[in-house]
């Protein structure tokens, strides 16, 4: 699924909640997917009440729309039977790229008896998929600033090579907003023998909105700079827009000059914030 040698940029979609607001997410991911990316991801509702969605945004990206597509799937909110169910669905439609989650524990599962479940990490989907029988691409989930349940950097790091070691292809890292997290973080997995390439996840921000949000979903690091551009044009729609553009574009330019090749961009259904990067990085991507 992942070019080699060559800088290319993947977005990122999300599957509406609502059956009302499925036709303007599919096309939004229409305008997405003219853009050429490597490939799309189409992320799934934690619950799984929008699982349906994902597996049709999939499929009509990889089929209707000739772009390589990779389906999100979360296990800790759900049975064997229901994975399995889910996992012949992905075959059944023809879509080889899966994105092996965990999923965020719900609110009732907190504090339940965790024997009861059916899966605790990610690494249990990863076997699931594996054991399919079907040639899957596995991605999975790293955190360059440590996942928030983790005590230490270094038993995250353990974990996560135990997730890759199952057999993932590739890991797609959690957003983050300084560059030096994410070259510091690749230094400590490659010393720790994780080897598959990483594809690191960045974030345009474009309103001031969704400066506590990411934050409160990613507990990433704000530096400065950017805590000084949300200051400064927060209040001006179109100039943090633009302000926000430019950041993710300037992240973007910096990993591609340190030797990363494919950026994800989490392009949350605005095809026109998606055109913008693609567009600031035309000569550099040769589109
Ligand atoms: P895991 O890899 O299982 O890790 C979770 C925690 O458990 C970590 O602290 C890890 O160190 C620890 N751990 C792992 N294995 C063990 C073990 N054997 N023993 C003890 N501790 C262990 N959520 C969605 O609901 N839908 C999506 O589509 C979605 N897409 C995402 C895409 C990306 C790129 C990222 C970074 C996150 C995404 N998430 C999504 C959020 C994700 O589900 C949460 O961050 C979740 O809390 C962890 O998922 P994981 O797969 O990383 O879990």
């Known amino acids: 699924m992942l070019k080699r040698n060559t800088s290319s940029?993947?977005?990122?979609?999300?599957?509406?909640?609502?059956?009302?607001a499925f036709e303007?997410?599919?096309?939004?991911?229409?305008?997405i997917a003219t853009l050429r990316p490597s490939f799309i991801s189409v992320t799934y509702g934690a619950g799984g009440g929008t699982?349906?969605?994902?597996?049709?945004?999939?499929?009509?990206?990889?089929?209707?729309?000739?772009?390589?597509?990779?389906?999100?799937?979360?296990?800790?909110?759900?049975?064997?039977?229901?994975?399995?169910?889910?996992?012949?669905?992905?075959?059944?439609?023809?879509?080889?790229?899966?994105m092996a989650l965990r999923g965020d524990i719900p609110e009732h599962m907190k504090g339940s008896d965790r024997s009861n479940w059916d899966y605790h990490y990610a690494v249990e989907l990863v076997h699931?998929?594996?054991?399919?029988?079907?040639?899957?691409?596995?991605?999975?989930?790293?955190?360059?600033?440590?996942?928030?349940?983790?005590?230490?950097?270094?038993?995250?790091?353990?974990?996560?090579?135990?997730?890759?070691?199952?057999?993932?292809?590739?890991?797609?890292t959690q957003m983050f907003f300084d560059n030096n997290l994410l070259y510091n973080f690749l230094y400590k997995i490659r010393e720790a023998g994780i080897t598959v390439p990483v594809i690191p996840g960045i974030m345009p921000i474009t309103n001031a909105n969704q400066v506590e949000r990411a934050i409160m979903l990613s507990g990433?690091?704000?530096?400065?700079r950017?805590?000084?551009?949300?200051?400064?044009?927060?209040?001006?729609?179109?100039?943090?827009?633009?302000?926000g553009i430019a950041y993710a574009t300037d992240q973007i330019i910096d990993l591609y000059a340190n030797g990363l090749t494919n950026v994800h961009v989490y392009s949350m259904n605005k095809p026109d914030v998606a055109k913008k990067i693609q567009s600031n990085l035309s000569d550099i991507l040769g589109k």
């Open 128 to 172: 699931e998929l594996k054991n399919s029988g079907y040639d899957f691409c596995i991605g999975a989930a790293c955190y360059p600033e440590i996942h928030p349940e983790s005590s230490t950097q270094k038993e995250d790091i353990r974990y996560l090579k135990e997730k890759v070691d199952a057999g993932c292809d590739f890991l797609t």
């Open 226 to 243: 950017f805590k000084s551009l949300v200051d400064r044009f927060g209040s001006d729609p179109d100039a943090m827009k633009q302000a």
């Open 9 to 20: 940029l993947s977005f990122e979609v999300f599957p509406p909640k609502t059956s009302t």
């Open 24 to 31: 303007s997410v599919r096309q939004a991911t229409k305008k």
């Open 51 to 98: 699982s349906d969605y994902t597996l049709d945004l999939a499929k009509r990206i990889k089929e209707l729309y000739g772009v390589p597509s990779l389906a999100h799937l979360t296990c800790v909110s759900s049975t064997r039977e229901t994975v399995r169910e889910r996992i012949n669905a992905i075959i059944a439609a023809g879509i080889q790229n899966v």
């Open 220 to 224: 990433s690091f704000m530096p400065q």
